[in-house]
């Protein structure tokens, strides 16, 4: 358990959702006595009262009134999505205020955003981290220690399949933000856009079980560029493949079928990010990332991550995060999980395995 000394007071935005009351549960297992920070006193307040917390009331459409909310933090985490709402004036209000930022984004665009602060947080003198929880943090980690394991690697391909037992209005608002985002892959060394699901394989589950994939624009492809440096990278979850088919077809016209509540939770669980539908689905809960990294000789190295339920690995790794921070030694400007914390960073979750197949 940490002590005051490293931990200090930070500041914990989101806690009365449900992946806010997850990491809120796991600081406090761990010692630490965050602010609560949200728009509703009330539900603050009725969170705080039993730990003694501390509240502040913030507006994100107040930048003077977020940035003075943060004076004095020894960092805030933002776990309120969807992230191309919340996000920009959580950060910009973190800049403005020196006080360094974390997030549990799994959104392509705002990472994208976050990570092009990289100038404005070395002026500012304070570490940003993006994506500190599943799907980022877990991907980051297994592709750069999968690089690794290969000389002069050129291409990486990253599949992650969550196993969630919680169902989250705004991690479902995030997925569909990605969604409508489009398609996109690293070529190149560039981001580029493609039609959503153009490229289909299956993965191997340890028991033999081939899994089907289809390409996703994952927050994780502006990651492993940082992370990796490798030039041409696609990421991609689990999907039939009429699923992929369909989506394909639509991919021109997708926002506006994502109008549609029913094709919105059709998507939704099929990125994995929604509840366990029935008791027969409520666990064990296993987790997987799997990373695929090829060099011009044609060599190739494959390596799994294997954890157990993701909100509760976003949790802890978002905790971790902020112990990390707050220790210091992290660089001022703009961070993956992996880049600031190293590839190890994901095997401090409880539960977690990495290894090459």
Same mark, same amino acid.
């Given at each position: 358990?940490?002590? &005051?000394?490293?931990?200090?007071? /930070?500041?914990?935005?989101?806690?009365?959702?449900?992946?806010?009351?997850?990491?809120?549960?796991?600081?406090?297992?761990?010692?630490? %006595?965050?602010?609560?920070?949200?728009?509703?006193?009330?539900?603050? &307040?009725?969170? $705080? %009262?039993?730990?003694?917390?501390?509240?502040?009331?913030?507006?994100?459409?107040?930048?003077?009134?977020?940035? &003075?909310?943060?004076?004095?933090?020894?960092?805030?985490?933002?776990?309120?999505?969807?992230?191309?709402?919340?996000?920009?004036?959580?950060?910009?209000?973190?800049?403005?205020?020196?006080?360094?930022?974390?997030?549990?984004?799994?959104?392509?665009?705002?990472?994208?955003?976050?990570? !092009?602060?990289?100038?404005?947080?070395?002026?500012?003198?304070?570490?940003?981290?993006?994506?500190?929880?599943?799907?980022?943090?877990?991907?980051?980690? +297994?592709?750069?220690?999968?690089?690794? %394991?290969? &000389?002069?690697?050129?291409?990486?391909?990253?599949?992650? !399949?969550?196993?969630?037992?919680?169902?989250?209005?705004?991690?479902?608002?995030?997925?569909?933000?990605?969604?409508?985002?489009?398609?996109?892959?690293?070529?190149?060394?560039?981001?580029?856009?493609?039609?959503?699901?153009?490229?289909?394989?299956?993965?191997? #589950?340890?028991?033999?079980?081939?899994?089907?994939?289809? !390409?996703?624009?994952?927050?994780?492809? $502006?990651?492993?560029?940082?992370?990796?440096?490798?030039?041409?990278?696609?990421?991609?979850?689990?999907?039939?493949?009429?699923?992929?088919? !369909?989506?394909?077809?639509?991919?021109?016209?997708?926002? +506006?079928?994502?109008?549609?509540?029913?094709?919105?939770?059709?998507?939704?669980?099929?990125?994995?990010?929604?509840?366990? #539908?029935?008791?027969?689905?409520?666990?064990?809960?296993?987790?997987?990332? /799997?990373?695929?990294?090829?060099?011009?000789?044609?060599?190739?190295?494959?390596?799994?991550?294997?954890?157990?339920?993701?909100?509760?690995?976003?949790?802890?790794?978002?905790?971790?995060?902020?112990?990390?921070?707050? %220790?210091?030694?992290?660089?001022?400007?703009?961070?993956?999980?992996?880049?600031?914390?190293?590839?190890?960073?994901? +095997?401090?979750?409880?539960?977690?395995?990495?290894?090459?197949?």
């Amino acid at each position: 358990m940490p002590s &005051a000394a490293t931990t200090g007071t /930070w500041g914990l935005i989101g806690p009365t959702g449900v992946t806010g009351r997850l990491v809120l549960d796991e600081a406090l297992a761990r010692g630490h %006595q965050p602010v609560l920070m949200g728009r509703d006193r009330g539900r603050l &307040a009725q969170l $705080a %009262q039993p730990h003694g917390l501390a509240i502040r009331v913030i507006d994100a459409a107040d930048k003077a009134g977020l940035a &003075a909310a943060f004076a004095g933090l020894g960092a805030v985490f933002n776990v309120a999505g969807p992230f191309a709402v919340t996000g920009r004036p959580v950060l910009e209000a973190a800049l403005a205020a020196r006080v360094p930022y974390l997030d549990l984004n799994g959104e392509l665009a705002f990472l994208l955003e976050v990570l !092009a602060a990289d100038g404005a947080a070395s002026a500012a003198g304070i570490p940003l981290i993006a994506g500190a929880g599943f799907g980022v943090a877990a991907g980051d980690c +297994l592709a750069a220690f999968v690089a690794a %394991q290969i &000389a002069a690697p050129t291409s990486l391909r990253l599949a992650v !399949a969550p196993a969630s037992a919680y169902a989250s209005p705004a991690v479902a608002a995030s997925t569909v933000a990605a969604l409508e985002f489009g398609g996109r892959r690293i070529a190149g060394g560039k981001l580029v856009s493609t039609a959503l699901g153009d490229r289909t394989w299956n993965e191997t #589950t340890p028991d033999g079980a081939a899994l089907p994939m289809a !390409a996703a624009p994952l927050a994780e492809l $502006a990651a492993l560029g940082v992370s990796t440096g490798i030039a041409e990278i696609m990421t991609g979850t689990p999907m039939p493949r009429a699923a992929a088919r !369909a989506v394909r077809l639509l991919s021109g016209g997708l926002k +506006l079928v994502l109008a549609v509540p029913a094709i919105r939770r059709m998507a939704v669980r099929a990125t994995g990010h929604s509840a366990a #539908t029935s008791t027969a689905d409520a666990g064990p809960f296993v987790s997987r990332v /799997w990373a695929t990294a090829s060099n011009a000789r044609g060599e190739t190295v494959r390596g799994l991550l294997e954890t157990g339920e993701g909100y509760a690995f976003a949790a802890s790794a978002a905790v971790l995060a902020v112990e990390r921070v707050l %220790q210091g030694g992290i660089p001022a400007g703009a961070h993956t999980p992996a880049a600031a914390f190293g590839t190890d960073f994901a +095997l401090a979750i409880p539960g977690t395995t990495m290894r090459v197949l």
